[in-house]
Every structure is written in structure tokens, then in C-alpha cells.
């Protein structure tokens, strides 16, 4: 066993290996404070068969063993990966993606479980240095080692791996990935803060990273295996000098076509027209002839863009394609909007309803719920291809979060605005970045509902193409540049500054001249999509749609939500069975009513004012008659509240029977004559009479009750 030790921001982090799980190809248990990760990495003996991209599978295993919890429901075991989870895993594999060699496809599995979680300490960055680690020390061929870091800034001071305490005053949460030289991955929330502050925030990061690389490579060079050989199949000279002339023609006509399918439908063309040609002279090197296809495309695509500064469609590096905004798209929705960026197409809908639809979350979080939630759906008819549908996958979830952390600095308070907010994204058409385009329509839809938004919010996907010295940085990256090109890099912000970022790049790291540049690009073309935006509608409408519920809060005694509730949920269902509102209590007494209809909404306010209220002697109240005794009747003044409405106080002249006063479910005006020590109410009729001249009237004899 052999254990790596260093100081992490005021905690040890430790690293050890030849423990645990030795039968994995590399493995690697970390602990920073009292958080522990376990991360292994293992690989298959046999590359895969008829494969040319990598195969490799990230699992993010959370346990709730490891915050001393059990789950709940029935099964009592983790099932499907929370959202956290998905999230984490995410940012491991796109950490490490980058930095296997072309050409390796063995099947390649890498999982980091939780075994203990420190509020103070989170996983995330772990597993991301697990992964490294794990690969590093294996006979994997990965070329890391790579470090990871959560950077946060507090008070405008940067703040590298902040604790619990600093994250809740943090204005910025980013994650940052990367090797010694550059970085390799980012994604950040942020409360619109500037794109300086950012770079600053960055670069912090990156210095704590190297100090970490520094510690694998002295694992590395103690326990280290020496890594498997990489076998690269070249492909014929003699077929490439034959085949490329003819594929180049007909690419570069192809890459002329603006329209995604006319050009996806004259690739598709060129490459069978490929195949057919040389089918008899290499029957069986098909695969051979598909590869330089894909070779001759990249190359020509990139090559336009980096000399002739000319992409697919025809744009310039820094041209955005047309946009459209549409909103009140659907009549029975509380808010929707259309928003459309050449070919890519996304419907937004905003719902709002009570804080009670919050979702409640079983993870390994301190967050237990959430009232802003936003979910992405991408069917298969989006880029005209048939599939199932069958719930989100991790991309769905990923790009679902990405937007919602977007939107989320911008979205009012539950003290401001308390609703449940939920935006659903439905692609509709895509040829490149739909998370930014979801960030889009979800800010006008959620400005269409009448939500108060601090400001709109939008968003850009930006993309580089690095060719030696050459580089050529694009703004509103379509699916093709996202496929052929070298990053992928996601900025999302308001007037004021960002809000959200995500990078992912297939080379081995950015440098920061080149991020800052693509950072100054992407703070431009936000902003002017921005601009755009603004002429459908820039601020949230001054009412709430017709179609969503009014909220009506209240604040009540703690000691009388017992009143309001009643007895197994008897008041407060009565409640909304008569006037069809949704109700919420709150433990401090805060009350909240969901209504459609202004007056149900009105009505209920008025039920539990009176049941709430206390009764005061002196005060006259029209009660109903509850209950008729030989003595008396028995008349509730105010919901929940009966007082004893005696014989002898029915009337002036003597009353022998009390049914010949009042009945069972009369409506009488009463005087509470006092309230006893016991709490029991006396009521008067005879008070509110007028006394019948000559005076005299006899009565009864009040008795005393039991």
C-alpha cells in the first residue's frame, strides 16, 4: 500500500493505492477532510471489434450510507443516479476523454463510489482526480496525469475548493479540469458575474491543479505499470492517393450548402457513390474507404474555415445565424415561447403552482428540495432520425442542468415570488447548441408567464478549430463545427455578466490567451442575441397569465395552524373542497393559497382569517346553530368555535322550549356575553333585543354547566 499526501486548501488530500480493489486495472482511494473516494479504472484485454471511436463508460456511484442515511420508498436502495450523480459523472468522462490516443478501442470502464461524504469537502473534483490517477498508474494509455478544482468567489475574492460556508456566499461555482499546461474542462454557475472575474477565477484554479498533477507524477513514478501498447492501423497509401481526389470534390461542393439536410444529404451521396465505385477493386475495405471520407471532410471543412475564413453555411467566424423569438405560442399554458437560431428550434413552457410541488431530493446533498426546476427533452425527430423515447438520457439531463443553472441567478425568491417554477425545453429542431437556445426560450417564457425575472437571460455556443499556429475561433457553433471542431465552449449570461458556463475540447487543453479570447467572443454574441430578444419582450409581463394561480399568502399564529388544519386535515380540506384552491402551511406559520379563481381564492383567505381569529366579549358575530339542548342551543361564532347560547338568554319574556326560539342549523346574531376561565364561551340573543316596554319578561333560570 503506498499513500501520497499533500495540504488542500487547510486539509490534508491523501491518495492511496494497492489496498482496495486490486484486480482492477488501476485504483485509487482519495480522501480530502472526510470525504473519501473510491475510483477505479479498468480495461478490457481485446480492443472491440469494428469500433473506431473509444468505448469508454463513467459511472458516478453515490451512497447514501455515506451521509448516514437510508433511502427512501419501498426498496430501501439506491436506484436510478440522482441528478448529481449524472452530473458528476458527466464531468469525469469529459475530463478524461481528450487524452487517450488515437486509435485505442478497448473497452475502457471507469467508477468512482462515495463512500464517505464532508459537507465541506465534495466529490466531485475526487472522482475527476480519481479517474486521472486510477489511468495513470494503470497500463492504460492515457496521457494525464490532470487535476480538478472548485473555485468560488466570495466578496469578489477568489476562493479555490470553498467549504459549506463559503459556497452559500459564493457568487461563483465553477469547476475547473485540467493538466499542467492548460485546461481541459469547465462548467460554472455564477451570479452574473464579469467575464475578468472569471479568467482571474481560472486561473486561481489552475495553479492549485498543478500542485495536485505534481503529486501523481510522483505516484506514477513509484508505482506506475508500463502501458500497453497502441496499435495504429494506417491506411493504404496506395488506396488513399486513388480514393481522396474524388471525395475532396465532391465534400468540398457538399460543405457549399447551407441547408443542414440538403448537406447531410449530398455527403451521404458522396460517401456511397465512394463506395459503389471501389466496391470490386476493395471488396473488403469498406471501413478503409468510409475512414478516408471522414478524414478528407474534417480536413476540408476545417481548412475553409481556417484559410478562407468560411464555414458550412457560408458565415464568417464571428456571424450569428438569423433568430427568431415567439412567445403566447400556446393558448392553455401559463407562459410559452418559441425561440429559433437558423436550424436549431426550441419550445419553452412555463408552469407555476404551489411551494408544495417542489421537488424533494434523496441525495447526498444538505439541499432536501428545489421550487425552479428545468428539464430538457431531445426526441429523435429533431435531426429527422426515427429512435425511441424513453425517458432522459445523461445528455438530456446534462443539458437540462446546464440551462436551469443558467436561469436560476436571475429567477426571484420564494419571499418575492413564492411559486414552483418548472420550464420544459422541447427541441423541436437542432443543428447546434439547444442548451443555449433552452436558456433563450426559457427566459421568454418565463417573462410571458409574468414571472418578475431580474433581467433576460441568453446564451451562445462557441467553437475553435486549431490547426498548429493557425486558429480560427466561431461564434454560434452549428452541429458540424461541434463534430469537426476542437471545443465546444457554452456562455450564458444577462446584461449585467454571466451566469453560466460549460467547455468541453477534444485537444489536449486551452490555453488562457486563447480561452480569454474565446470568453471576450462569447460575452459579445450573448449579448447581442440579447439585443434581439428584447424587441419580442425584455422584462416579465405586469400580470400573471389568466391560466396560472393567484398566490395568496398569509402569516398566522404557529400555535393556531393546528386550528386551520384541523383535526386529521377536517378544516383545511374543507377548505378546498369548497372553494377549489390548493393550500400550503409553512412550519413558522406562513401560509400560502394557490387560486385560479380570484374569488375561491378570496373565500379562503376569509375561512382561515376565521379560523384564526379569537373571540372577544363584548362582540356581536352571526353564528349557526349547531347543536339544540333542553337548556340552550349551541352556536359557532367562528370556524371551530362554539359558545353556549343559554335558555334564559334566547329572549326577553320566559322561553319553556328552546326549539321555539331556534333550530338546527339557524343563522342568529349572538353577543358574547363573557368568556370563562375555562375558555367556554357564553352568547346572548336577549342582548341584541330590543327590551319590551313595561319591563318585567320573568325568563329562566340560567344553569350552570357541567
Request: aromatic fraction near 4%; hydrophobic fraction near 35%.
Amino acid at each position: 500500500m503506498q499513500t501520497y499526501k499533500m495540504e488542500f486548501q487547510g486539509k490534508e488530500f491523501s491518495m492511496e493505492t494497492g489496498r482496495l480493489a486490486k484486480q482492477a486495472s488501476g485504483a485509487v482511494l482519495l480522501r480530502h477532510g472526510d470525504t473519501m473516494v473510491l475510483v477505479t479504472a479498468t480495461v478490457s484485454d481485446q480492443p472491440r471489434e469494428g469500433v473506431d471511436f473509444l468505448p469508454l463508460t463513467v459511472d458516478y456511484e453515490e451512497r447514501l450510507y455515506a451521509v448516514g442515511r437510508i433511502p427512501g420508498g419501498f426498496i430501501k436502495r439506491e436506484g436510478r443516479p440522482t441528478e448529481r450523480a449524472i452530473l458528476g459523472c458527466r464531468l469525469t468522462d469529459r475530463s478524461v476523454r481528450p487524452l487517450f490516443p488515437k486509435g485505442f478501442n478497448h473497452s475502457l470502464h471507469i467508477v468512482a463510489t462515495i463512500l464517505s461524504m464532508d459537507q465541506d469537502c465534495p466529490p466531485e473534483p475526487l472522482a475527476i482526480i480519481g479517474a486521472s490517477a486510477a489511468l495513470s498508474i494503470s497500463k492504460i494509455p492515457f496521457e494525464g496525469p490532470i487535476g480538478a478544482v472548485i473555485v468560488g468567489m466570495v466578496d469578489g475574492e477568489v476562493v479555490v475548493n470553498p467549504n459549506q460556508e463559503e459556497t452559500e456566499k459564493s457568487s461563483l461555482h465553477l469547476m475547473l479540469a485540467g493538466s499542467e499546461d492548460a485546461v481541459l474542462m469547465v462548467e460554472a454557475g455564477a451570479d452574473e458575474i464579469g467575464k475578468d472575474d472569471v479568467l482571474k477565477a481560472i486561473q486561481a484554479g489552475h495553479e492549485t491543479i498543478k500542485e495536485i498533477v505534481d503529486l501523481q507524477k510522483k505516484m506514477v513514478a513509484e508505482v506506475g505499470e508500463e502501458k500497453m501498447t497502441v496499435e495504429k492501423k494506417e491506411l493504404p497509401q496506395e488506396m488513399v492517393d486513388e480514393v481522396e481526389p474524388i471525395v475532396k470534390k465532391g465534400v468540398s461542393e457538399a460543405l457549399k450548402i447551407s441547408d443542414k439536410q440538403e448537406r447531410e444529404e449530398k455527403l451521404a451521396t458522396v460517401k456511397q457513390g465512394i463506395k459503389d465505385k471501389f466496391v470490386e477493386e476493395y471488396p473488403e475495405q469498406e471501413s478503409e474507404l468510409v475512414k478516408i471520407f471522414e478524414t478528407v471532410l474534417k480536413d476540408t471543412l476545417r481548412k475553409m474555415i481556417i484559410n478562407d475564413n468560411l464555414r458550412a453555411d457560408g458565415r464568417r467566424s464571428d456571424e450569428i445565424r438569423p433568430i427568431s423569438c415567439e412567445i403566447s405560442s400556446l393558448p392553455r399554458t401559463h407562459g410559452s415561447a418559441i425561440f429559433t437560431r437558423g436550424q436549431t428550434q426550441v419550445l419553452n413552457i412555463c408552469t407555476l403552482s404551489a411551494l408544495r410541488d417542489m421537488q424533494m431530493l434523496d441525495g447526498l446533498g444538505l439541499e432536501e428540495s428545489k421550487r425552479f426546476m428545468h428539464h430538457y427533452n431531445f426526441p429523435p425527430y429533431s435531426v429527422g432520425e426515427t429512435g425511441f423515447m424513453r425517458g432522459p438520457g445523461r445528455r438530456e439531463i446534462g443539458h437540462g442542468a446546464l440551462a436551469e443553472r443558467a436561469l436560476e441567478p436571475v429567477v426571484p425568491s420564494e419571499d418575492d415570488f413564492p411559486y414552483t417554477i418548472r420550464l420544459v425545453s422541447e427541441v423541436l429542431e437542432s443543428n447546434g447548441s439547444t442548451s443555449m437556445g433552452s436558456v433563450c426560450s426559457g427566459s421568454l417564457a418565463m417573462m410571458d408567464t409574468g414571472v418578475p425575472l431580474k433581467r433576460p437571460v441568453s446564451g451562445i455556443a462557441m467553437g475553435l478549430i486549431k490547426e498548429g499556429d493557425d486558429v480560427a475561433i466561431l461564434s454560434d457553433i452549428q452541429g458540424v463545427e461541434d463534430f469537426l471542431g476542437d471545443m465546444d465552449f457554452k456562455v450564458a449570461g444577462t446584461e449585467k455578466g454571466i451566469t453560466a458556463m460549460q467547455m468541453d475540447i477534444k485537444i489536449k487543453g486551452l490555453s488562457r490567451e486563447l480561452l480569454e479570447k474565446a470568453l471576450e467572443r462569447a460575452d459579445e454574441g450573448y449579448k447581442y442575441i440579447l439585443g434581439i430578444m428584447n424587441e419580442t419582450i425584455s422584462e416579465a409581463r405586469p400580470e400573471l397569465s389568466p391560466n396560472a394561480p393567484r398566490m395568496i399568502r398569509m402569516q398566522i399564529d404557529v400555535d393556531k395552524i393546528r386550528d386551520v388544519i384541523g383535526p386529521g386535515g377536517k378544516m383545511i380540506n374543507k377548505i378546498i373542497a369548497e372553494t377549489g384552491v390548493g393550500i400550503d402551511i409553512e412550519p413558522d406559520g406562513r401560509v400560502f393559497i394557490a387560486a385560479v379563481d380570484p374569488e375561491g381564492g378570496e373565500k379562503a383567505r376569509e375561512m382561515i382569517e376565521a379560523l384564526v381569529k379569537d373571540v372577544e366579549a363584548g362582540e356581536v358575530y352571526t353564528g349557526k346553530v349547531k347543536r339544540v339542548e333542553r337548556y340552550g342551543a349551541f352556536v359557532e361564532v367562528l370556524p371551530g368555535k362554539e359558545g353556549l347560547l343559554h335558555i334564559s338568554h334566547l329572549d326577553h319574556h320566559r322561553v319553556d322550549k328552546t326549539e321555539d326560539v331556534v333550530r338546527l342549523g339557524d343563522e342568529i346574531e349572538v353577543k358574547v356575553l363573557d368568556i370563562d376561565e375555562k375558555g367556554r364561551i357564553n352568547l346572548s340573543r336577549k342582548a341584541l333585543l330590543e327590551k319590551p316596554s313595561g319591563g318585567g319578561g320573568g325568563g329562566n333560570k340560567p344553569d350552570n354547566r357541567k
